[in-house]
């Protein structure tokens, strides 16, 4: 008030004041009314007052009767509300990864904590995007029950379970209690794979790794032999053409190396005709992953990356997808969905290409829109020495193998042929 005192400065604060507290007082009441009283029960509680008074006014007894139905109707609705949960429920989800088609469930564990009998309850479960309702029998004294509820996995992706809640309200609908009892879990559902040859993901017959050009004084590789220079190791000394030639001679290695797996993936929608095709891909390339990292090879699996809708120009980029472990990658695909944003196949070997280095083998999995031209150019963004293999996912095609200029392309038309045909190609 400024400095202004005396009694009705004190009334005008008070005053405040008090209705500050009697406001806070009525939201918080409001707000925990407005949390059970459905669209119905709001109807309700406006029809019944206007019943009342219209009918008492014009002395319409039939209007009087339908207010005070209304008002015993809120009344039982009321009752549903009162008391409090003696009980204790839990989720539990027995395996929290499945392969797609496979059966899930989970289960729901209810527990009467109190000292006497409790009266059935009604749950709710949310399973991705539908809702799984169950009526549950009243409990005895230290009992438990205990729900088994089935999971959709006909296809891949992550599934939220939960929150579980407990619902009260009454026959007709004017109000609804809920109470949560469970944080959220989720369901990986991973795409299906195969079984592929160890041999066949790396074309590697050779457990020491592949020679190449370059040259190495220390190596497994024999490559010739060759004066010697100071510095050289006298190990490597041959001392048969040593004493043939009277000149030192050394022994001269090609380098080797391990093979560096790559598997690039198009989400490009203009890549696949069906859905089918696109689930296809991301089998073959879960497959592909799980097999180099099983073998401890190097592996990078990389898919396309989105352009943001107001983008100005294309987004060159790719996604890089983890192959710390065998279900970590197949966490990371059970997420990717194909869109109209996407890299293409062309475009996500231009930039795999450009960013990935020591690539001895990489796989390009596609659908069957993408052209023997387009699956060419992708195969020139590799450098020298790179064995490209192009896997086309075609439902409607009998698998084959063919060479187009150096590049290997694969047709598949089931996951089951990925086998046959790596190893037909491994072998040619």
Known sequence: MGERTGFLADTVIAGVLLGRAVGGFLRRIFARVAAVVTALGWSMLIVVPLALVTGYVIGWIELVVVGFAGVALVAIAVIYLVGRSSIQIGLNIPHHRVVAGD?????????NMSRRRTLGVTIEIPVGMGLAEV??????????????????????GVIPVGPVRTVRADPIGLVRRELVWTDVQELFVHPRTVGIPSMSTGFIRDLEGNPTRDLSNNDVSFHALREYMPG???RNIHWKSTARTGTYMV???EETRRSHLMIALSLASADYATDDEFELAVSVTGSLGVRAIRDTRTVTVVASEDTPQFAKRKVFAVRLLSTLTRTRLLDDLAVVEHTESALTMVDVARVAGEQASGVSVAFLVCGSRVTRQQLRAASTKFGMGVEVVAVVCDPESAPGLRRIAGLSVLTIGYLDDLKQSLARAAAA
Request: hydrophobic share 35%; net charge positive; charged share 25%.
């Open 103 to 111: 059966p899930a469930s989970g289960e729901v564990i209810i527990s």
């Open 135 to 156: 009526a549950l029998p009243s409990l005895r004294k230290g009992a438990s029950f205990t729900h088994n509820f089935g999971i959709p996995t006909a296809r891949r």
């Open 232 to 234: 050289d190791e006298r």
């Open 251 to 253: 022994r001269q290695f």
